[in-house]
């Protein structure tokens, strides 16, 4: 097989290309060594998760943000109350004297503290960092204790729904980019929720619970969520019905138009607010070329606490055979308007506007890394361009010269930590590594002031003068 | 003056080729908000701090190293017993039910626990990473408790120095490219400094309290260390003269040779072999260019536990001007040989010999800011190509669709979230923002099929076809 670096391009694009697979069981490595739901990343999957995070930071910049960066741990009690029932999942830092202090959980609670201890107004900023989260260690679906999440956010006072229009077209374009497979975008808003909890005749005290029930349709079926709502959560059978009638609904703008006419809905003035909000969404959506991705879909709840407008989550789509396999791939970018979390962080309460999104690229990467084992594409983990070699003993003094000049050209050379090492041994390595050139240096070459410049591929060499040798392999490295 | 991204390649150049300042006192923020020793860093910091990163990267790429990744944290267990005096600082995890972790403080430890865990032998890796180390909160000299390492190791068995030397060369061809102003890399050897202890007469069990009273001879002077030694760690005075002979001497590879010379140090075996490493180190040196970077100084003693053989560390050198308003800028990058780390974490003891370097990029950062802020540069924190604006009213609609077709075709592209925003305010967001060209479409436009292009800097329109749009742009983005 060719190594990967020689077809580069197109290996690339038929990685990306290919059907799309589950991940399944993914190792987490030795409990010994490791703590349990961390792992380190091997060459190979740092070079996929480079080239993803390239990606996905590329459309960041295309759409005009800022990089941001926050530290890993943050004071306790910044990140109290942000979570709801999540905040069991916070690891705290043990007390060694001194603050008391938490890993972050996301980027969006630092976010919106950094916005408010700077007292900026409006910023559009994207974030790329690990965050940490005490989960139980399940180690299906790529979920790990330490992951990487990367955020993109537009905080500030606008006109309505452009920058949450903006947020969706995001997420389309970093998922058409990878070529993940179809996908669709669930839509909904947390006062949409709220209004039909209330019209349902749901008590305000169960507001939270019910909704973490009904967040719970994508996996369960309805009958075990009702189920739920009754049974555990004290429900009366009749209000769960009623809930039952609007959270199994799905659908595009004409559903948005159905609820406005919906006799209780739009007694409600929050859900009208939010439907409101919804038809001006798909409006720009629309204009965006995107709306058929987006479905509203009132069973969308989303688990934290700080979401007050739109929501939404993407989820991919499986072809028939995959969904025999694992029934759901889960989401792979969520996010959401949080109008009040910077208030809670500023003395006076003066809030920002916020609306965003996180990519979770960790189940993106199990995916592609799935792709690459499937195909059995060998993948470069260096870029060493020129290897320099030597087929006679004591020639370490004139390799080490001759590479010496390569990096100060800035030409990325390797050559063996040896004083006599075998020339086959050096062109297997060339071949092992996917090192394209060779230059060689012996006696005969010394006498005549040349070096023999060997292409891997083709085996063909030719000799240059030693004073052309960076000259020479900088024009066929452009050429390549 | 322009902004940052008009003069790209002009402006970087300056900033990297100004004479060097200390950084002096860095802020470190609100102590409501933020943890003590951490930092935010903000839009302007990121795009220096990624400048940097992707020059020590490429430095690396280079030399033929893989990207590793390994989690914040490890097992408490695997963090003991490695860093000597410093252990204290090692940040824990609270334990909140199942194993007890600790935050990373290096790099090097994890990379060695990978190494063994999964049995590699052979391996010339990197890794960029923040570490978190609980140092008392100075806020001199770019010190942080959570701050960012780049390291470069070579693990597995080869001909001696080869890897040692390339580590060295990679320390000046990062410090050359950054152009940080004239440095000077100390080099010593573990062995040595033990033969000079135990020519010396200094009790074995007093040698890790006296090496670490010697490393602080390029801050105090060695009377003062000579007190040290005497006062606190009970030395007999002649004893310690007899050190101050040696550890007060550097120089090149002339004083090695003399070294060899010397009647007491010449009796142990140790000494020998590390001078005799040396020697063979500095006749790569030269190979590569840079002995004269290079000084042998005695009195390097470098505090980590792990290292067993050649140590070195990189300082950066001041001008008098300098030197008068800060003692000393600090060590910029250091590394050396630990033989015995691997084998600590291999239950049947067996070990890799490894050989490193770690560039101390936080110090590289406060440096450069400060000649930022002396400058008076302003950096372009994003990159957007082209603005899309209107003169008139209720042409949002028009708007979205067209830098729609922006971003689909990969072009960076803003528009305002404003229903109906004024044209000088766009036009003024441009200017502020360095957004080098506008798209402006409005009644007449849209009747005439046409859209306007903009130079923001000659302030220039032609008209366009609709539909060369993209094409047009593209062409200008290429052309400038």
Redesign the interface.
């Given at each position: 097989m060719p190594p990967f670096g020689l077809l580069h391009r197109r290996a690339w694009a038929s990685l990306f290309g290919q059907l799309l697979r589950p991940s399944g069981l993914v190792c987490i490595?030795?409990v010994h060594?490791?703590?349990?739901g961390?792992?380190?990343?091997?060459?190979q999957?740092?070079?996929v998760?480079?080239k993803i995070l390239d990606m996905v930071i590329d459309c960041f910049?295309?759409?005009?943000?800022?990089?941001?960066?926050?530290?890993?741990?943050?004071?306790k009690e910044?990140l109290t109350e942000k979570y709801g029932e999540d905040s069991g999942l916070i690891?705290?830092?043990?007390?060694?004297g001194?603050?008391l202090?938490s890993?972050r959980y996301d980027l969006t609670v630092?976010f919106a503290?950094?916005l408010?201890?700077?007292k900026v107004k409006r910023m559009?900023?994207y974030q790329v960092g690990?965050v940490?989260r005490?989960e139980s260690p399940t180690i299906v679906q790529g979920r790990y204790r330490?992951f990487c999440q990367c955020d993109f956010d537009?905080a500030?006072q606008?006109?309505p729904m452009?920058?949450d229009?903006e947020c969706l077209?995001i997420m389309c374009?970093v998922l058409s980019g990878l070529q993940l497979g179809d996908f669709l975008i669930k839509v909904n808003d947390r006062r949409i929720l709220d209004g039909i909890l209330a019209v349902c005749a749901v008590p305000q005290s169960k507001f939270h619970a019910i909704c973490s029930s009904i967040d719970k349709l994508d996996k369960i079926p309805w009958k075990d969520v009702r189920h739920e709502m009754v049974a555990k959560k004290g429900l009366a059978p009749e209000v769960a019905d009623r809930i039952g009638d609007y959270v199994q609904r799905h659908g595009g703008v004409s559903l948005v138009e159905e609820m406005f006419q919906d006799s209780r809905l739009s007694q409600n003035k929050q859900a009208l607010e939010g439907l409101g909000d919804l038809r001006l969404l798909f409006e720009?959506l629309t204009?965006?070329?995107i709306a058929e991705k987006i479905s509203f879909d009132l069973s969308l709840a989303r688990g934290l606490d700080y979401y007050t407008g739109v929501i939404y989550e993407a989820v991919l789509l499986q072809t028939p055979a995959q969904a025999e396999e694992c029934l759901n791939v889960g989401s792979v970018a969520a996010g959401g308007r949080y109008d009040g979390l910077v208030g809670v962080?500023d003395p006076k309460g003066h809030t920002v506007p916020c609306v965003g999104l996180s990519i979770g690229v960790e189940r993106i990467f199990a995916i592609l890394e799935e792709r690459m084992k499937t195909a059995g594409l060998k993948i470069r983990?260096?870029?060493?361009q020129v290897f320099v070699a030597t087929p006679q003993k004591n020639f370490?003094?004139e390799r080490?010269?001759l590479i010496?000049e390569l990096?100060?050209a800035?030409?990325?050379?390797?050559l063996l930590?040896?004083?006599n090492p075998k020339l086959l041994t050096q062109l297997h390595y060339c071949e092992h590594m996917g090192i394209p050139l060779v230059v060689i240096i012996g006696e005969q070459e010394l006498k005549e002031g040349v070096i023999k410049l060997r292409s891997v591929a083709s085996r063909e060499e030719v000799a240059i003068k030693r004073e052309n040798l960076v000259a020479e392999i900088q024009k066929k490295l452009s050429e390549s």
């Open positions: 490595g030795e060594f490791h703590s349990q961390t792992r380190d990343l091997s060459p999957q740092m070079v998760r480079e910049k295309r759409h005009g943000a800022k990089r941001l960066d926050t530290p890993a741990f943050e004071l910044m690891y705290d830092l043990k007390d060694q001194g603050e202090l890993l630092p503290r950094y408010a201890m700077n559009k900023r690990k940490w005490r330490e537009i500030g606008f006109d452009i920058p229009a077209k374009e720009y204009l965006f070329g962080f983990t260096t870029e060493t370490l003094h080490l010269k010496s990096w100060d800035g030409i990325k050379a390797e930590y040896k004083n």
